[in-house]
């Protein structure tokens, strides 16, 4: 009943094949159509942007960077509700107060890649004690955090209760819908979160970061032989949603 996909490195790559998703997704009979929605790190303004511009299917829903946004696109409108729960234990202005007190070789990202709950840095090849350092040091100023590290570079520090998994989840319970109809699809380790919700079916493409790999060897998801949307595909294949 519902398919959240990543983007980067999912659903867009290297290659030419959107239009071969958005042929196989559009040519589903209306009836056995899931709900889709694109679950990225992107914001919601250049997800619909991109979306567009690489002919892909127009979603349902967009869940917009790093979980910490819920788009209803049919709507054209924030889910205003879902926000409101971030805002529990979180204060960006200690969380960038800790980070420049580290110092740890951080790089800000750019201003359209930040907002009120989400404080983004490049940090290259951290390590575990790195990332353990920024917990403990968050929690020691009151700073209860959800720290996601991606792809050997990408740092997002969000409020406890934010990430693409956890914004999935309120989703779905809000339109009442079970973790067991839901598809997930991703390729690095932001898009952990979705694949350790109790339930879901996965599709890990061929092309995906260690850290997914990693996470995702002992559950019950699909790891594609195909790349990006090839990899998509054939994962919905296996799960029948496409035949």
Same mark, same amino acid.
């Given at each position: 009943?519902?398919?959240?996909?990543?983007?980067?490195?999912?659903?867009?790559?290297? %290659?030419?094949?959107?239009?071969?998703?958005?042929?196989?997704?559009?040519?589903?009979?209306?009836?056995?159509?899931?709900?889709?929605?694109?679950?990225?790190?992107?914001?919601?303004?250049?997800?619909?942007?991109?979306?567009?511009?690489?002919?892909?299917?127009?979603?349902?829903?967009?869940?917009?960077?790093?979980?910490?946004?819920?788009?209803?696109?049919?709507?054209?409108?924030? +889910?205003?509700?879902?926000?409101?729960?971030?805002?529990?234990?979180?204060?960006?202005?200690?969380?960038?107060?800790?980070?420049?007190?580290?110092?740890?070789?951080?790089?800000?990202?750019?201003?359209?890649?930040?907002?009120?709950?989400?404080?983004?840095?490049?940090?290259?090849?951290?390590?575990?004690?790195?990332?353990?350092?920024?917990?403990? %040091?968050?929690?020691?100023?009151?700073?209860?955090?959800?720290? #996601?590290?991606?792809?050997?570079?990408?740092?997002? +520090?969000?409020?406890?209760?934010?990430?693409?998994?956890?914004?999935?989840?309120?989703?779905?319970?809000?339109?009442?819908?079970?973790?067991?109809?839901?598809?997930?699809?991703?390729?690095?380790?932001?898009?952990?979160?979705?694949?350790?919700?109790?339930?879901?079916?996965? +599709? #890990?493409?061929?092309?995906?970061?260690?850290?997914?790999?990693?996470?995702?060897?002992?559950?019950?998801?699909?790891?594609?032989?195909?790349?990006?949307?090839?990899?998509?595909?054939?994962?919905?294949?296996?799960?029948?949603?496409?035949?």
């Amino acid at each position: 009943r519902f398919f959240s996909s990543d983007l980067d490195g999912t659903l867009l790559g290297k %290659s030419d094949s959107c239009e071969v998703f958005h042929h196989s997704w559009n040519g589903l009979e209306k009836s056995r159509l899931p709900l889709l929605c694109y679950n990225t790190g992107r914001t919601v303004e250049d997800t619909l942007s991109v979306a567009k511009k690489n002919c892909l299917p127009e979603p349902d829903f967009i869940i917009g960077e790093v979980g910490t946004r819920i788009y209803n696109a049919k709507e054209g409108r924030d +889910i205003e509700e879902f926000t409101r729960t971030l805002s529990e234990g979180w204060d960006l202005n200690l969380v960038e107060e800790v980070m420049q007190e580290l110092n740890l070789g951080q790089e800000p990202q750019p201003g359209n890649s930040q907002n009120e709950f989400k404080s983004s840095w490049y940090l290259d090849n951290a390590n575990l004690e790195q990332i353990s350092l920024i917990r403990m %040091s968050l929690e020691e100023v009151g700073v209860e955090a959800n720290i #996601v590290y991606s792809c050997l570079r990408y740092l997002d +520090i969000l409020p406890k209760r934010a990430n693409k998994g956890h914004a999935l989840f309120w989703l779905l319970a809000r339109l009442q819908i079970k973790t067991e109809e839901t598809i997930v699809a991703g390729d690095s380790g932001n898009d952990t979160a979705m694949f350790l919700l109790r339930g879901v079916k996965g +599709i #890990v493409v061929a092309n995906a970061q260690p850290e997914l790999y990693e996470i995702t060897s002992h559950l019950p998801v699909y790891h594609a032989e195909g790349k990006e949307v090839y990899g998509v595909l054939e994962g919905l294949e296996y799960y029948g949603v496409l035949k």
